[in-house]
């Protein structure tokens, strides 16, 4: 009797595993044919991805705003990460072209095809993301609490491969310290010495801008709008 329980149990566990193995097979099919249909009906491009250090995009796209717009065209953008001349990018404008650069790595580096005309995308290895503003009741934290503790976080677990996104850094507080904070953490994820990591860093503080002027790898961005015939 113990002998048929033992190869009864045998028996179910490997059936077990043999159905654990097909539903994962199935998952994974399941999700590569997604890919394909979303890539095909939304004109999305192959990217190239390697080991290098640079994320380049040709006419990249938000994918979820695109698909809101049903009615409007979405105006899609460049983006050059990552070379010696632009290793973080300050701009005043969308932090919607922050998301979809962020959105364009991760669909890169999942397997899927990218919405834009062309993208070369060097590998990273964490993306981090600072964007919104938002309190914590339940363990008393304030808005600038929240703010800072995530900033310190993504300082002190960065490396020089990763993505930092950061949105309005400093706004949680008066405009003069806001200004010195966000300033500071800029200095430090662009300074090769201290981190230099590619980083899109939005900003309405147009004073941070002379950065470009005094610390190599950083550019100056602004979101330009044309009007025509009252549109």
Do not use: W
């Amino acid at each position: 009797e113990y002998d048929l329980f033992v190869a009864l149990r045998q028996f179910v566990a490997g059936e077990s595993a043999r159905v654990k193995q097909t539903a994962q097979a199935v998952a994974q099919l399941d999700v590569l044919c997604s890919f394909a249909a979303v890539a095909v009906h939304n004109h999305y491009c192959k990217p190239e991805v390697d080991l290098g250090n640079t994320v380049s995009i040709t006419a990249g796209r938000h994918p979820v705003v695109e698909q809101m717009l049903k009615n409007a065209l979405f105006v899609p953008n460049d983006t050059l990460l990552g070379s010696e001349d632009c290793r973080t990018a300050i701009i005043t404008g969308k932090s919607t072209y922050m998301r979809q650069v962020a959105l364009i790595v991760l669909m890169a580096q999942m397997g899927s095809f990218v919405p834009a005309q062309s993208a070369h995308i060097g590998i990273v290895d964490r993306l981090f993301t600072r964007i919104g503003a938002s309190d914590d009741l339940a363990s008393g934290q304030s808005t600038f609490m929240v703010e800072m503790t995530e900033v310190a976080d993504i300082l002190k677990n960065a490396t020089p491969r990763s993505l930092l996104i950061l949105d309005e850094i400093g706004r949680g507080t008066s405009t003069f310290d806001g200004m010195a904070i966000a300033r500071a953490v800029l200095e430090y994820a662009a300074d090769r010495k201290r981190l230099g990591a590619k980083t899109l860093f939005a900003t309405h503080y147009h004073e941070l801008t002379d950065i470009e002027q005094t610390l190599p790898g950083v550019k100056n961005f602004n979101i330009a709008v044309k009007k025509r015939q009252g549109d």
